[in-house]
């Protein structure tokens, strides 16, 4: 494995060190690898089991970095204009 260094902005230290739980190592690693997959993704539209795995570890998948289709954006907005009924609380839901 090869170690590499790398300069932040000072801001973004301070915020990291509000976080003691956070290494900053393993989300440098982590995005590094993420924008492989996402590269190799745009290439091949697969993911090889290596990259799977990691994926479900880090709960996320390239197409979540894709943009959304206007299709899609077009269907989000027409059940935005749906009926839709208030509810006051959840027991509402299973009122007969």
Do not use: Q
């Not at 060190?17 to 997959?37: M, Q, T, Y």
């Not at 970095?65 to 989000?76: C, G, H, T, V």
């Amino acid at each position: 494995m090869v170690n590499v260094v790398l300069t932040i902005p000072e801001h973004v230290k301070n915020e990291i060190d509000h976080f003691p739980w956070v290494n900053g190592s393993e989300v440098a690693r982590e995005e590094v690898l993420k924008k492989e997959i996402f590269e190799k993704y745009l290439k091949t539209g697969r993911l090889t089991d290596e990259d799977w795995e990691l994926c479900e570890k880090i709960d996320w998948h390239p197409v979540d970095e894709l943009p959304l289709k206007d299709e899609f954006i077009e269907r989000l907005k027409s059940a935005e204009k749906g009926r839709f009924i208030k509810l006051n609380s959840i027991e509402e839901l299973f009122d007969d």
